[in-house]
């Protein structure tokens, strides 16, 4: 198994290197195993897949779960992790710099903090506070011995802003200038406004395709500009609608979808090839 700095090295050098690649949003050890015996060389925890798993609302996970599941899936594999953290379990600014303190002791190579507040009557932090919280989470990510990537999130367009891209892009540029590695701006859907917003910062943007068009592709994202392509939890909403498929179908007196599933024998493969061995 790698170290940690071994896997630090590997993720920054993922994000300088030329085009973008795709960072799957395993959440438990057997997603991630599957997901790194495909050849993905990253992964991204996704707290949406989490509370699926836990069968919560999404953003009703404490931090305390994410980081179990994200030391969790950080040991089930090589690959380095980046952690969604959400919030960092909280609003004052030297929260924001224990999570991230938190998040290296399990695992991580990188890890995201939001300006979300959790509170959808009131969801996005004043844009001073949320500079604020970004810069003391940069100043935790430098004290660590290993180096930690961090991501910055600007929430507008997924909490009930649609029509704040100037804004979104005034806060991903304050968050760059506050120290962060990797900038990220959920909800970006069309190609033009994907461009708008690489070409407005200077370091890597991760886009997640949960709110992209599905017909474009990797080449097409890194044309316009986007360094990292995530999904969230997309593959976990997708793989428990088959589920609720099959259990209606059983439910209704069929059995038709037994025959597509795969043997264990290869699970047991691809499980072993995901570690590593």
Same mark, same amino acid.
């Given at each position: 198994?790698?170290? !940690? ?7 920054? *050098? ?8 795709? %960072?799957?949003? !395993?959440?438990?050890? &057997?997603? =991630? ?15 949406? &897949? ?8 999404? /953003?009703?996970? /404490? ?14 594999? !090589? ?20 999570? %991230? ?16 507040? &959790? ?18 989470? +940069?100043? *935790?990510?430098? =004290?660590?011995?290993? $180096? ?10 997924? +909490? ?13 540029? =304050?968050?760059? *200038? ?7 701006? $959920?909800?970006?859907?069309? %190609? ?15 886009? +997640?395709?949960?709110? &992209?068009? $599905? ?13 990292? %392509?995530? +999904?969230?939890? /997309? ?23 037994? $025959?597509? =599933? ?16």
């Amino acid at each position: 198994m790698p170290t !940690p700095l071994e896997k630090s090295i590997a993720f920054r *050098a993922l994000h300088e290197r030329p085009g973008a690649f795709v %960072i799957p949003n !395993p959440w438990d050890a &057997g997603t =991630a195993k599957l997901f790194a015996s495909l050849g993905f060389e990253a992964l991204a925890t996704t707290s949406l &897949g989490l509370a699926n798993m836990l069968g919560r609302k999404d /953003s009703t996970v /404490s931090l305390d779960e994410i980081l179990d599941n994200c030391r969790e899936i950080a040991a089930a594999t !090589p690959l380095p992790v980046n952690a969604d953290l959400e919030n960092c379990g909280g609003d004052a600014p030297e929260l924001a710099a224990k999570a %991230i303190a938190m998040a290296a002791e399990a695992g991580a190579s990188g890890g995201s903090i939001e300006d979300f507040t &959790g509170d959808r009557n009131n969801p996005i932090y004043d844009f001073t506070l949320a500079v604020e919280r970004v810069q003391a989470a +940069v100043e *935790a990510a430098r =004290a660590l011995k290993v $180096p930690f990537l961090l991501t910055a999130r600007a929430e507008n367009l997924i +909490v009930g802003y649609p029509d704040r891209l100037d804004d979104t892009i005034r806060r991903l540029q =304050a968050y760059e *200038a506050a120290g962060a590695d990797v900038l990220y701006a $959920p909800g970006l859907r069309d %190609i033009e406004t994907i461009r708008t917003v690489c070409t407005a910062v200077t370091r890597p943007v991760n886009l +997640v395709m949960t709110y &992209g068009d $599905p017909k474009l592709t990797v080449d097409d994202l890194a044309a316009a500009g986007v360094k990292r %392509i995530s +999904v969230g939890g /997309s593959v976990s909403r997708w793989l428990l609608t088959q589920f609720l498929k099959a259990a209606r179908e059983m439910k209704a007196g069929g059995f038709t979808f037994v $025959p597509d =599933a795969m043997g264990s024998r290869e699970f047991r493969e691809a499980f072993a090839k995901g570690e590593g061995r």
